[in-house]
């Protein structure tokens, strides 16, 4: 049974860069089935889908942050990353890695696995 | 971006209800590529309903998803215990993916 967990600072400074790694167990970084997706939810709020990276290194960014995110693999430590730049106290979320898997037969896929997240705040 | 709104906010209910929850999307959702998730605090997310009526492996029968275009519901036939939680709808027909805001059933 495939499971994920987020590592990384409880506590990154403004304008700083946010690091995140997502480990995963029980399954491989490099099916080429899955996307490897980041998602958050900063407090009191819905959660946002970040984006993703395939085993390849293609990446689908959400708009919203695109120009500040980066997302990689590592098959080796069968590992993904998250690397936000600039960071403000609007930031300050859970941050959840997850797997996605298509639907049978087409190009869509959904979320079948999440980590437990961790909580990253942003403040001096 | 597609918008979801769910309601109600907040569903008080006891065990052995039924629970109907709603997610309304700002425009037709291709495919009826929505997924439901149940969320309990300090836990992850776990996948109910997929493809807006398929449940995924392992969820119990009581769960059900249905709707079409820019209407989806969950329905919980009878609540157990274990059920009282948040439920967020999620679109995966168009990038970026969006959530509902939530709908938090409790006792």
């Known amino acids: 049974q495939v499971q994920l967990q987020e590592s990384g600072p409880g506590l990154v400074k403004p304008s700083e860069t946010l690091s995140l790694i997502c480990t995963v167990s029980?399954?491989?970084?490099?099916?080429?089935?899955?996307?490897w997706t980041w998602i958050r939810q900063p407090p009191g709020k819905g959660l946002e889908w970040l984006g993703y990276?395939?085993?390849?290194?293609?990446?689908n960014y959400n708009p919203s942050l695109k120009s500040r995110v980066t997302m990689s693999v590592d098959t080796s430590k069968n590992q993904f990353s998250l690397k936000l730049t600039s960071v403000t106290p609007a930031d300050t979320a859970v941050y959840y890695c997850?797997?996605?898997?298509?639907?049978?037969?087409?190009?869509?896929?959904?979320?079948?696995?999440w980590g437990k997240g961790t909580t990253v705040t942003v403040s001096s | 971006e597609i918008v979801l709104t769910q309601s109600p906010g907040t569903l008080s209910l006891s065990p052995g209800e039924r629970a109907t929850l709603s997610c309304r999307a700002s425009?037709?959702?291709?495919?009826?590529?929505l997924a439901w998730y149940q969320h309990k605090l300090g836990q992850a997310p776990r996948l109910l309903i997929y493809?807006?009526?398929s449940r995924a492996t392992g969820i119990p029968a009581r769960f059900s998803g249905g709707g079409s275009g820019t209407d989806f519901t969950l329905t919980i036939s009878r609540l157990e215990p274990e059920d009282f939680a948040v439920y967020y709808c999620?679109?995966?027909?168009?990038?970026?993916?969006?959530f509902g805001q939530g709908t938090k059933v409790e006792i």
């Open positions: 997850a797997r996605e898997i298509a639907a049978a037969g087409t190009d869509y896929y959904y979320l079948d696995v």
């Open positions: 029980g399954g491989s970084v490099s099916s080429g089935s899955y996307y």
């Open positions: 990276i395939y085993y390849s290194g293609h990446t």
């Open positions: 425009q037709s959702v291709t495919g009826n590529y």
């Open positions: 493809g807006a009526s």
């Open positions: 999620q679109q995966y027909a168009s990038s970026p993916k969006t």
